[in-house]
């Protein structure tokens, strides 16, 4: 499905229903609004993992402007500030009302500008496996603890200095550490499946990514928040996460540290992850829609 949303075509998809017929009523479930990671990737990653959230959320997966199956952009609308403004937008041309936003990685990065930026919006947010600003000495240290001087290397190669040849070194030497565990043939079609924009995410990384910083932002926040981060996470370290918690207001703010799992942490969390999130979504202080 496709809608025009602040100038420009954005592709989504949606999983479960609104409204649950219970005997005489119809029961609303919250939505539960998916920002990928990436950037320059799309929403298929998450599936059909998250799909089984759908009995007690109304689940929309969103490709960013300019990624996955969204229309093509140029340059100047690749910035966090628009693809925050964008999920505002979004939820507005669709008459979601008060969502639940759940960001991974780069989408975690997206959720901070949406709810910074438009605090009385959401109902609640999941910040997964994200940074409030990239600490990089703190990702080259992870990348060698899990894998490496040789994967430090690259990390910090691809990190600093994004180009096509470090993103190839990168791939072959440090992607796999995304999960504990060696990829089944399974793992693999997800990357199949992926309609990728690398353009976006080359550009992202060797501008803004290095030098955002949302950490004096996080107080704006005014909805239930929980947070999610993997211990062995390489990639957006579990500091991070813990200084995301930290900065927002400890009667909103739920911190789950995810022990053995790395930045695809649902491949290694499995049926907690799915708990933890059906209490978060079912929560009675996270207000449901309307």
Avoid at 40 to 50: K, L, N, T
Avoid at 266 to 275: K, M, N, Q, S, V
């Amino acid at each position: 499905m496709q809608i025009e949303v602040n100038g420009t075509v954005l592709f989504f998809d949606s999983v479960g229903s609104q409204f649950e017929p219970i005997g005489r009523e119809m029961r609303e479930k919250p939505t539960l609004l998916m920002l990928h990671g990436g950037p320059g990737a799309d929403h298929s990653i998450y599936r059909p993992f998250f799909d089984q959230l759908a009995d007690v959320a109304c689940i929309i997966y969103l490709d960013h402007r300019g990624q996955g199956r969204s229309a093509p952009s140029s340059q100047e609308h690749w910035n966090l500030t628009q693809w925050g403004d964008d999920v505002h937008a979004f939820c507005e041309a669709l008459g979601i009302l008060a969502p639940v936003v759940f960001g991974h990685s780069f989408g975690g990065m997206v959720a901070l500008a949406y709810a910074t930026r438009h605090p009385g919006h959401p109902s609640g947010l999941v910040l997964s496996g994200t940074y409030a600003h990239q600490d990089l000495g703190q990702i080259a240290r992870r990348f060698e603890e899990v894998g490496g001087s040789e994967v430090r290397d690259a990390a910090e190669a691809f990190w600093t200095t994004p180009t096509e040849q470090t993103v190839r070194v990168y791939d072959r030497t440090a992607v796999h550490h995304y999960m504990l565990r060696a990829p089944k043939v399974e793992d693999l079609d997800s990357v199949f499946r992926m309609v990728q924009r690398p353009d976006v995410g080359l550009h992202f990384m060797a501008d803004e990514m290095q030098r955002f910083d949302f950490r004096g932002d996080l107080h704006r926040i005014e909805c239930p928040t929980l947070v999610l981060g993997g211990d062995l996470d390489p990639v957006c370290p579990i500091e991070g996460l813990e200084e995301i918690a930290g900065g927002i207001r400890t009667d909103l703010v739920r911190f789950e540290r995810l022990d053995n799992c790395s930045h695809i942490f649902w491949e290694d969390a499995g049926d907690r992850l799915i708990r933890v999130m059906r209490e978060f979504l079912s929560d009675g202080d996270t207000p449901a829609p309307g």
